[in-house]
Antibody, heavy 121, light 108 residues
């Protein structure tokens, strides 16, 4: 059974940093691309970033480019999102999601339960 | 950026009725790389359909997807009580990946 579990969310002041983690199990982690999708309170879904299975190819939404870094440790079956220079508008539930293929130009077939990031002074 | 516009914003229907949800793209979606997700309150989204018309594992056949180019449709043939939720379309053919604003299917 595929399982994804995010951690690392919390409250941070504007300009601060957080690192999210996503522990994966139930599938061959290093074959599949992974991504992060966020959802602001009461709003729709917004794609944040994607990373290929081998980790060589990354992609970011313009809203986070230069501030967020996606990475993975295939030996630990874990995906990360380093978030720097956080803004109030980054407040959201952050979901880790498995891509159907080796690149993240594919649908997300499994999702974690999400972790809440609140950016507030 | 490909903008996806979903309509209607809210669909009020009774159990047993047919639901037709629309997703229109601002430009053609490459290789029909269009997916649909269902989200219930307090839960993560769940993949229903990918590649425009291919049901995900475990998705009942009352859910079907169709369309091409810029116009796509999710149809729920007969609404069950558990189908009342918010539905999102997503294109994954071109970066940035984008989602529609969602359609809420509510009980009439």
């Amino acid at each position: 059974e595929v399982q994804l579990l995010e951690s690392g969310g919390g409250m941070v002041q504007p300009g601060g940093s957080l690192r999210l983690s996503c522990a994966a199990s139930g599938f061959t982690f290093n074959i599949y691309a992974m991504g992060w999708v966020r959802q602001a309170p009461g709003k729709g879904l917004e794609w944040v970033s994607g990373l290929s299975g081998g980790g060589a190819s990354t992609d970011y939404a313009d809203s986070v480019k230069g501030r967020f870094t996606i990475s993975r440790d295939n030996s630990k079956n874990t995906l990360y999102l380093q978030m720097n220079s956080l803004r109030v508008e980054d407040t959201a539930v952050y979901y880790c999601a498995k891509c159907k293929g080796g690149t993240c130009y594919s649908a997300f077939d499994y999702w974690g339960p999400g972790t809440l990031v609140t950016v507030s002074s | 950026e490909i903008v996806l516009t979903q309509s209607p914003g809210t669909l009020s229907l009774s159990p047993g009725e047919r639901a037709t949800l629309s997703c229109r793209a601002s430009q053609s979606v490459s290789s029909n790389y269009l997916a649909w997700y269902q989200q219930k309150p307090g839960q993560a989204p769940r993949l229903l359909i990918s590649g425009t018309s291919f049901r995900a594992t475990g998705i009942p056949d009352r859910f079907s997807g169709s369309g091409s180019g810029t116009d796509f449709t999710l149809t729920i043939s007969r609404l069950e009580p558990e189908d009342f939720a918010v539905y999102y379309c997503q294109q994954y053919g071109k970066s940035p990946l984008t989602f529609g604003g969602g359609t809420k299917v509510e009980i009439k």
